[in-house]
């Protein structure tokens, strides 16, 4: 088999990004983040807590110590708040799903590129040892 392109590899890995983005998990995720765009409370308790950073980048900026505090508790408590939300929630819970999907993505595209070379050169698997490592350990590398 000829080898592939980087140009055919990145090809590839835009239409698996596409199937990626028609799944189940890439919807609710959607889904969540339109419902917690719309929601008026959820957006007046961000733009508080925007807020309320910007004053405590001052406060910090002109030493005003407590000052600081007080808007870093406000801003505990908002984001606290928010946190409670089941709408929070769900979109945190689809930020997660869709990550874990990246992930196992990620880690068996891994696997399999390192199972191939492993196998492609004669090595061990069950030990995680291409060829070369193989032979080099039982004592058949070509240095001497």
Not at 61 to 69: N, P, Q
Not at 120 to 141: C, Y
């Amino acid at each position: 088999m000829a080898p592939y392109t980087k140009d055919e590899i990145v090809q590839r890995a835009r239409e698996l990004a596409n199937m990626i983005a028609e799944t189940e998990e890439v919807e609710f995720f959607k889904r969540a983040e339109a419902q917690l765009n719309e929601n008026q409370k959820v957006r007046e308790m961000i733009a508080s807590i925007k807020s309320l950073q910007k004053q405590a980048v001052n406060f910090q900026h002109y030493g005003k110590t407590e000052a600081l505090k007080q808007v870093e508790a406000k801003i505990d408590a908002i984001q606290a708040e928010l946190d409670e939300l089941p709408i929070i929630q769900d979109f945190q819970e689809s930020q997660v799903v869709v990550n874990d999907l990246l992930q196992l993505v990620a880690s068996t595209i891994s696997k399999h590129v390192t199972d191939h070379i492993i196998e492609s050169t004669g090595g061990d698997l069950l030990r995680g040892e291409t060829g070369s490592k193989v032979r080099a350990t039982n004592g058949m590398g070509s240095c001497n």
